[in-house]
């Protein structure tokens, strides 16, 4: 490399890896997070892969498959609603990895935690809200939603007039048919994003940190408290449920929030005893 340049590129490489280096492990890890859910928004932009990627990386609850619900965690199809997950994970990911490691130093009898612990508890809790928020719209859309679709479209179809010749009877059938055709029936969606396990992050937050304020970046907005502000997601959730909104998935979304209130209120203490009973047990002898 020329001499003259070399300064030039050194400071470059300096000044994007400084504020990594300057970061918490919390908020790397939520970059590194984000890293993956950019790389599978990239293979959705390869046309030839967008088939499979239907399959694999979206959730269908009509599907038969499993291992989507783990998948479509990680999959975002629109840049926004990445750029958006992503910015919610950063600010409030690396928050509830701080309570985490804070509730950790607390246990009794104290147990050594390594940054690689604390970065395993965090994943734990992040992939384990993200299952649970899509096992909730899992259940709802196929044990609910489904049975009352299918039975909206069996009365639609039987509505059929009595008729005393084969033309009227013709007549009538496509009439009918036409009817059931126009009439709105909501679908069924696959469902992908973050949004569940992000959700979790943000209860636990403002569970943990209530004195807190949040204000939104896009678009600029006065800092609110921060129970105040999930108070009003998790409202507007639940009228979007209520009206029928189809665009997000309220159902995940208030999965994520009631598991990151009971992992507030729970987790911690069931991680703890996890670990102690792993705990690898040495001779009494054997130095360390």
Same mark, same amino acid.
Request: aromatic share 14%; net charge positive.
């Given at each position: 490399m020329p001499g003259l340049i070399r300064p030039w590129v050194g400071l470059a490489f300096?000044?994007? !890896?400084?504020p990594y280096a300057d970061a918490s492990e919390g908020?790397?890890?939520c970059w590194k997070i984000c890293l993956l859910n950019a790389a599978v928004w990239v293979a959705w932009k390869v046309r030839r892969w967008q088939g499979p990627m239907s399959i694999r990386f979206m959730h269908n609850p009509l599907s038969g498959l499993s291992f989507t619900l783990l998948t479509s965690m990680f999959s975002h199809r629109s840049f926004f609603y990445l750029l958006f997950n992503c910015l919610a994970l950063e600010s409030f990911g690396?928050?509830?990895y701080f309570y985490l490691l804070r509730e950790q130093g607390k246990a009794e009898p104290q147990m050594l935690e390594s940054t690689l612990a604390a970065a395993y508890?965090?994943?734990?809790?992040?992939?384990?809200?993200? !299952?649970?928020s899509g096992l909730v719209s899992h259940v709802v859309n196929a044990k609910f939603r489904y049975p009352r679709l299918v039975a909206q479209l069996a009365t639609s179809s039987q509505a059929v007039p009595k008729a005393d010749t084969w033309a009227s009877a013709v007549a009538a059938a496509s009439a009918t048919a036409s009817t059931v055709a126009k009439k709105k029936v909501p679908e069924i969606l696959p469902s992908l994003g973050a949004s569940g396990a992000i959700y979790a992050a943000v209860t636990t937050t403002a569970l943990a940190f209530p004195d807190s304020q949040i204000a939104l970046f896009i678009p600029p907005s006065y800092p609110i408290n921060i129970q105040w502000g999930v108070g009003g997601l998790v409202a507007l959730d639940m009228i979007g449920i209520l009206r029928g909104w189809r665009y997000l998935d309220h159902w995940a979304h208030l999965g994520g929030a009631a598991f990151g209130v009971a992992y507030y209120a729970y987790g911690p203490t069931i991680w703890n005893h996890i670990r102690r009973t792993l705990e690898i047990q040495y001779p009494s002898d054997q130095k360390t």
């Amino acid at each position: 490399m020329p001499g003259l340049i070399r300064p030039w590129v050194g400071l470059a490489f300096v000044s994007v !890896l400084q504020p990594y280096a300057d970061a918490s492990e919390g908020k790397r890890l939520c970059w590194k997070i984000c890293l993956l859910n950019a790389a599978v928004w990239v293979a959705w932009k390869v046309r030839r892969w967008q088939g499979p990627m239907s399959i694999r990386f979206m959730h269908n609850p009509l599907s038969g498959l499993s291992f989507t619900l783990l998948t479509s965690m990680f999959s975002h199809r629109s840049f926004f609603y990445l750029l958006f997950n992503c910015l919610a994970l950063e600010s409030f990911g690396s928050a509830a990895y701080f309570y985490l490691l804070r509730e950790q130093g607390k246990a009794e009898p104290q147990m050594l935690e390594s940054t690689l612990a604390a970065a395993y508890h965090f994943l734990a809790f992040f992939v384990s809200a993200g !299952l649970f928020s899509g096992l909730v719209s899992h259940v709802v859309n196929a044990k609910f939603r489904y049975p009352r679709l299918v039975a909206q479209l069996a009365t639609s179809s039987q509505a059929v007039p009595k008729a005393d010749t084969w033309a009227s009877a013709v007549a009538a059938a496509s009439a009918t048919a036409s009817t059931v055709a126009k009439k709105k029936v909501p679908e069924i969606l696959p469902s992908l994003g973050a949004s569940g396990a992000i959700y979790a992050a943000v209860t636990t937050t403002a569970l943990a940190f209530p004195d807190s304020q949040i204000a939104l970046f896009i678009p600029p907005s006065y800092p609110i408290n921060i129970q105040w502000g999930v108070g009003g997601l998790v409202a507007l959730d639940m009228i979007g449920i209520l009206r029928g909104w189809r665009y997000l998935d309220h159902w995940a979304h208030l999965g994520g929030a009631a598991f990151g209130v009971a992992y507030y209120a729970y987790g911690p203490t069931i991680w703890n005893h996890i670990r102690r009973t792993l705990e690898i047990q040495y001779p009494s002898d054997q130095k360390t």
